[in-house]
């Protein structure tokens, strides 16, 4: 069955009916799609929607909806990624690569060492809008019933006043973790029972000193400093890795 996405504010519940716009032309054009054929609708909110085609035009598709399903594509461990701002385009290919892994939530962070900034002006909005808009084509391409959220930046002190907001919370420092005794995978065996989990990665240049003795003075007992083993990753590899990790771990790939 064809899916596609339609925003939540196009489902009427009331009138068990839906509006398709950004799909349209592809429903009517591309794949000649005909009244009372079966597709599959997911509004990003974690729900999908079993529908029929009643009618079609160029710019918007209306559907009768059959059955409304909670989705069962959707990982239960909401993992939220603190990702220190990198240079260039690279925070578009690590939200894409974190949607299609099940990330739930991807927050810049305004980091000692990072290099590019996203300020909180319109050029900064039109950004974070880009990447919202990034997330939303890679959780269509790979079934995602819920489109993670990319929020405005935040700076590292707020990451840390707000870590006990999770089950867990870990932060990736090529400086600890290489003798084994701080691996991801142990700490997450520790903590099996974690259902919110919030993973720090730094910028190119990595984590200071400074940043990280201030999240080791975290005294809340679900904050580590971990490594994901001898080599040093790319800003752009290391919170995929962890993801996967954490997904494997979880048993939710």
């Given at each position: 069955m064809r899916r596609f996405f339609t925003e939540p504010q196009n489902v009427d519940r009331e009138t068990q009916t839906l509006i398709i716009y950004e799909d349209a032309s592809h429903i009517s054009k591309v794949l000649r799609m005909e009244r009372g054929d079966k597709i599959l609708i997911f509004d990003g909110s974690g729900y999908e929607y079993e529908a029929v085609l009643t009618d079609i035009a160029k710019d918007y598709s209306r559907c009768k909806i059959v059955a409304e399903i909670e989705s069962k594509l959707e990982p239960r461990t909401k993992v939220t990624l603190y990702q220190g701002i990198p240079k260039?385009?690279?925070?578009?290919?690590?939200?894409?690569?974190?949607?299609?892994?099940?990330?739930?939530?991807?927050?810049?962070?305004?980091?000692?060492?990072?290099?590019?900034?996203?300020r909180s002006d319109k050029k900064g909005i039109q950004k974070i809008e880009r990447l919202n808009k990034i997330s939303k084509e890679a959780a269509k391409q790979c079934g995602r019933g819920l489109v993670p959220e990319v929020l405005m930046p935040v700076s590292f002190s707020e990451v840390v006043s707000c870590s006990n907001d999770y089950d867990l919370c870990v932060m990736l420092y090529e400086e600890f973790g290489h003798d084994g005794k701080k691996n991801l995978k142990e700490i997450l065996k520790q903590h099996m029972s974690a259902e919110n989990i919030a993973v720090i990665i730094g910028p190119e240049g990595g984590i200071s000193k400074e940043e990280a003795d201030e999240f080791a003075g975290i005294d809340t007992g679900n904050a580590y400093t971990v490594g994901l083993g001898s080599r040093i990753l790319r800003t752009e590899t290391a919170g995929s890795t962890a993801l996967s990790i954490i997904m494997y771990e979880k048993d939710e790939i």
């Open positions: 260039s385009d690279k925070l578009g290919v690590i939200v894409q690569k974190a949607v299609e892994l099940g990330v739930y939530r991807v927050v810049p962070v305004s980091m000692s060492r990072s290099v590019a900034k996203i």
